[in-house]
Each structure stands twice: as C-alpha cells, then as structure tokens.
C-alpha cells in the first residue's frame, strides 16, 4: 500500500478549468472519499490520478514517486467503473484475470490470484459465469475482484453504487468498508455524490465544488465543524437550517435579531459579522413558554425510530426537527423550539465563525 | 359510472375504425410504390418466364416450363451464374476484412483527422456507377493510362496490362473497382459495430496494461463479431447486383468473360449488341432462377445469423 500526495492539480478542457488547483495528502491505508454535487470535478480527479486524463499542472505522486508522465498500468492503481467495465463475452474468472495474463502471468499464478479474490468476494460460485448472468451487485463484486486481483497499491473507485437498488447499496456499501479491513488496509479512493456513503465510509472527506476543495476532514469533522455554508449544507441529512440574522452591539455583547424580530445573545470574538445562523434538525426541541423559534407544523416524516417535522416559522420559513419516534406533533400543531447542543454560525461570505456560541443565560 | 361508460362504447369503436382508417390511409403511398416496383415485377416476371415472348409480340405463347429446361442446358447461362458466385465469394471477404481494418484504425480515438478519412474512404461511395466506369476505363486503359504507365515506370512490368480487356483479367479488374467502390459502406457497418463497445472497457484494459494490439484481438474482435453476419449478408446481396459497374465498364466482355447473371439477363432479355433477338421470357425465367438460388443463399445466412445471437446471448 501507498500514500498519495496531489500538489496543485489542475485540469483544463481546452478553456475550461475544471480542477482549480488542488493539494491532498492520503496516508497509506487511508479510505479517502472525494464528494461533492456532480460536475464538481471529483471524477476528473480520480481519472487523473488513474492516468485516463492528463494533468494540466501539478504533481502526483503515488507511493513517493511522481506519476504525471507514468503510464496508467504502471501506477500501481486499479478502478473500479461505475458501469463496472465488465468484458461481456469472458467468464468472470477470465474477466478478473485477463489483465494478468495479458501482461504474461503465467496461467497458474492467474488462477491462483482470482481463486483468492473470488474467495475473499464470496463469487467463487460464479466464476465459470459471463457477466450477463450476474445480478447488478454480483457484476460489482466482479468488478472489484478485477481490481483486487492486480494486487495494486491504491484502489480507485467511481461512484460504484450508484448503479444499485437502494437496498443493495447499503448493503454494498458495507461490503467495501469490511474489504478495507480485509485487504490490511489498503489505500483507497473513492468518489460519491452521496455524502451518506462518503460519511460512513471515509476516514477522510474531500469536499469538492466547482473544482476546488471546500474542505478535507474526518467525517465528524465536517459534521460538527463545516468550514463553510457549503459543506454545512453538504454534510447531513435532511440539510442544515439556515437562519438568516442581523447582528448589532449591545454593550459588551452581541445581539442577533431572527427574522420574526426575536433575539439570541451571542458571545465570542467575531460575533457580530454573524450573517447566518445554521441548525441541524437535532439541534432543535420542543420548549414550553417563551422560545426563541416558534412554528407550525407542516409535514412530518415518520422514520418509525425518529421522525422529521418541517416547521413553517413565522416568517415562513420551513425548518427540519428531528423528534424521537413516537414523540412527534401532528401538522397544523403550532410548537416552540429552543436551541440545544452546538449552533453553527456564519459570516456574509459563508465562512465559519467557530469562536461564536449564544451566549449564556444571565441570571 | 358504469352508465356513462354504455353510451360511449360504440362513440369508441367509431373513434378506433376511424383510426385505424388513418393508419391504412397513411400505408398507401408506400404500398403503391411497393406494389409498382417490386411486388407487380416480381410477380410479372414469374408468369413471363411461363412465356415463348420478345417483350413486344402482341401474342405470348404460354409454354409452362420449356424456358427452364432450355436454360439447364444454356452454358452462357451456367457461365454467368458461376460467374455471379465466384465474384460474390472474390469480394465479400476481402471487402469485410479490409472495411474492418480501416474502422478499427478510425474508431481510435488517437488518430487525428479521422472524419476527413472517413470522407475520403466513403467518397466512392457516392459517385455515381457511371463516373467510376468512365474514370477507370481511362485509368486502367492499356493506351497511355496513367495505372499501366506507373507500372511500366516502376519496372513492375514489362508491357502494359489490358485490364478489362483480357478475359483471364477483366472479372478480378472488376471486383477491386467493386471493393474500392463499396468498402467504405461496409466500414460505416463495422463502425456502427464498434460502438457499442463501451468506452470504459477500453480504458479498463488500459489500466490493466492490455496493448492495443491485445485489445482488438480479445475484446473488439469477439465483441463485433455477431455484427459480420448481417455485415456479409448484406455484403454478398449487394455483390450479386453488380449490373451497373460492370454494364458501365465491360457490357459483360471480353468474350462474356465479365457476363454476370444481372448483365446475361439484361443481354437476353433486352436486344443486345450482338443483334440477338429479345427474349423476355426466357430472361424472366432466368432471373427468377437466379433469385431463387439467392434467396436460398440468404436462408442459410439467416439461420447462421441465428446462431451467432444465440451463442451471442449467453454473453
């Protein structure tokens, strides 16, 4: 297994920047997840890394050593396709080894090889199969067993579920996270627009937008501390509230009016370029009496353990609040919140303000 | 609801007639032309070939099968109808293989200028018969044509070649104008067929370290290889209509020696150079011999085409 490191990256299609210049280090063993809405670049990025686009400037390095100019078969990654790229007239045995015999393996160390990978894939049954016989998640393990097969040093995966049912993404999903551990760790990446996977798969989020990093973190990392309107938004679900305020000074503190004309104190430096107010929906709970936040109810979701309430406030704004199941308020129900746990606040440009908190009750 | 829905009924049979009316109405023009041009001279010239009659004579003689026994023994006949065959068998696999290097070379997607080849390939292709024969006549003409005299210049040969003028050469000269005429249509075939080889499974094989080479021979060539059915099917028909090219170029001579079955039909059919008299009917029945032996052919192909997509279906 190998480390990576990408210095500068960039990307043009003819005029078109579309990798804006990127720098990320993945530590050997590390499960990298590069997410972001589509078009964002993440593809182009892992292309790039696997040799099928050129980079227009920067440095790759795979293991140490740059691979700019390396050929994609001699950079120790293999891929895994979002189509799966399966070769439709080979058995699956001969799709997984194809490669390796190719390049002059001999026939033994081949079947050796892909006897392991089907093993550890649990498609040993499957291997006198073509690809046309197999179900959508079975191509999909063929089609990491091709990769497996190659024994590489990093592992490049594109969007590899999003070909599945949802039942079988989850259940795919799981698979890969137990082959990370499996393989001892091997090196990763791996890109989603479905920031559920990148969260419970990654030992590092790459958040991308328009060809640019927004953040690089652990999953709760992101989660608890977004950088950004953007990855606050990005990384949850249902999404962040966001609330918008305007803050003025009172005295030795900061007062931040909502848009119903109710205020919060807030405290900490920069506490009056506060220009947002962002609330996950389990951040929010019902309060008797005097609230800062109150509403009606206009659309619950059951989930059967919780349940998402949308909460039309007063200047009509709808808001997500995640109840306990069962302890849910019916529509048309009008409900206060008070804020609990952390708030998130942010500046006119959208940038984390993290010093901010509201400030304490006075006596 | 249900008392509403009666009235309605025959309201709704009256609307589905009136449709299907349209429907009709709309297949008439192309069942006219149809009918006109292929189904009344297919039939017609079945009950010709029952005729003694030049095509003129105001009173056929209807004589059942004496054109066909006639034609059992005509060797001018069994002449042209091998004739047809050996220049289906000279061209079609030489036209497939050739069409089939050049669109593997131009479906790469390396090779810079591919759409002006592409043109270039495809050009013969929409010149009119009679261009080309009048082009390749001169070209190939053992008087001071520029193809003999390239080949005297390079010391290929020491007298100039009479390419559609000896018997032993004419039926070769044709079918390589024939190919070059037609290959680029069997490359658009075979372009067709390479598209639908995914592009991923190209730049799998890449990150594999498959060679180029590799990859045509083990993924492109099994890939496509259920489309040359269809491709020499359609291949070996168009071979067999070679009419124009070769009334354009030889009108079937030296000596018959160029005589395929369509230019026989047309020679016996229609009064000829040679003075012969018309015989319409023992053309007909000619021609329907040689499209029954066609269509046989094409059975075959058909039932191998079968075949190929069953055994294409375990993919």
């Known amino acids: 297994m190998a480390g990576l490191s990408l210095k500068g990256i960039r990307k043009n299609f003819g005029s078109a920047e579309v990798i804006k210049g990127v720098d990320i280090d993945i530590a050997p063993g590390e499960f990298c997840v590069f997410v972001g809405p589509s078009g964002c670049g993440k593809s182009t990025l892992l292309r790039m890394i696997a040799g099928l686009e050129e980079i227009s400037a920067g440095e790759l390095s795979i293991g140490g050593r740059v691979v700019n100019d390396v050929d994609p078969s001699e950079r120790g990654a293999a891929m895994v396709f979002q189509t799966y790229a399966l070769y439709p007239h080979m058995t699956v045995a001969r799709n997984m080894g194809f490669g390796l015999r190719m390049n002059g393996v001999p026939r033994d160390v081949v079947d050796k090889r892909v006897r392991e990978a089907a093993r550890i894939l649990q498609i040993e049954d499957l291997l006198k199969r073509k690809p046309k016989a197999l179900s959508g998640g079975q191509r999909q393990r063929v089609a990491i067993g091709r990769a497996i097969v190659r024994d590489p040093e990093v592992f490049l995966f594109d969007e590899p579920l999003s070909n599945l049912d949802a039942e079988l993404r989850v259940a795919t999903r799981l ?9 001892d760790g091997a090196t990763m990446i791996y890109v989603t627009h479905d920031q559920v996977e ?4 990654a030992d590092k989020i790459v958040v991308l937008r328009a060809g640019r990093i927004e953040q690089v973190g652990t999953p709760m990392d992101l989660y608890h501390r977004p950088a950004n309107l953007f990855v606050a938004g990005f990384i949850g679900s249902p999404k962040m509230n966001f609330i918008t305020v305007e803050t003025r000074s009172q005295g030795d503190e900061t007062v931040a009016t909502l848009p119903d004309g109710r205020t919060l104190r807030l405290s ?7 220009k947002t107010l962002g609330l996950r929906a389990d951040q929010l709970e019902r309060a008797q009496g005097d609230a800062p936040l109150t509403g009606v109810v206009a659309v619950v979701e059951r989930l059967g353990d919780a349940d998402f309430a949308w909460v039309r406030t007063e200047w009509g704004q709808e808001i997500a609040v995640r109840f306990p199941g069962g302890t849910t308020p019916d529509p048309d129900e009008p409900l206060a919140l008070r804020l609990s746990g952390r708030t998130h606040f942010f500046d006119a440009d959208g940038i984390a303000l993290p010093e901010v908190s509201i400030a304490p009750a006075k006596d | 609801m249900t008392d509403a829905a009666l009235p309605a ?6 609307r589905r007639m009136r449709q299907t009316a349209l429907v009709y109405l709309f297949l008439v023009p192309g069942m006219m032309v149809f009918g006109a041009f292929i189904l009344w001279p297919l039939v017609a010239s079945e ?8 095509g003129f004579d105001a009173n056929p003689v209807f004589v059942g099968l004496a054109n066909y026994r006639e034609l059992l023994g005509d060797s001018y006949f069994w002449d042209a109808f091998r004739r047809s065959f050996i220049f289906m068998l000279a061209t079609v696999p030489a036209q497939m293989a050739i069409s089939l290097v050049l669109a593997v070379m131009l479906n790469d997607k390396l090779l810079k200028l591919s759409s002006l080849y592409r043109t270039l390939i495809f050009l013969p292709v929409v010149t009119p018969v009679a261009v080309i024969g009048i082009v390749m006549t001169l070209m190939l003409s053992p008087f001071n044509g520029p193809v003999n005299m390239a080949l005297l210049d390079w010391g290929l040969t ?4 009479d390419f559609l003028g000896s018997p032993r050469l004419v039926l070769w000269t044709l079918a390589v104008i024939y190919i070059w005429k037609w290959v680029g249509v069997t490359m658009v075939y075979w372009l067709a067929a390479l598209q ?3 592009a991923e499974l190209f730049e799998a094989a890449r990150l594999d370290g498959v060679t180029g080479r590799q990859v045509t021979m083990y993924i492109v060539l099994p890939m496509i290889a259920p489309f040359a059915v269809v491709i020499a099917l359609i291949s070996a028909i168009s071979a067999m209509n070679v009419f124009p090219l070769v009334q354009a170029m030889t009108q079937g001579g030296p000596f018959y020696s160029s005589e395929v079955m369509e230019v026989y039909i047309f020679r016996t059919a229609f009064a000829s150079a040679a003075g012969t008299v018309p015989r319409l009917g023992y053309a007909s029945a000619a021609g329907v011999f040689f ?6 052919l094409t059975v075959f192909q058909i039932l191998a085409l079968r075949q190929a997509r069953r055994q294409g279906g375990d993919q």
Do not use: F
Request: net charge positive; proline share 4%; glycine share 4%.
């Open chain 1, 175 to 183: 698979e890969i996270a137990k082959l990370h551990r499996q393989l």
């Open chain 1, 198 to 201: 990148a969260m419970t798969l």
């Open chain 1, 268 to 274: 900490g430096a920069q506490a009056n370029q506060v």
């Open chain 2, 9 to 14: 009924r025959p309201h709704r049979k009256a």
């Open chain 2, 47 to 54: 009950w010709y070939s029952l005729l003694d009659w030049s």
């Open chain 2, 158 to 161: 020491q007298r100039t070649i």
């Open chain 2, 196 to 198: 639908t080889v995914p």
């Open chain 2, 291 to 296: 499209g029954l032996s066609i269509m046989v």
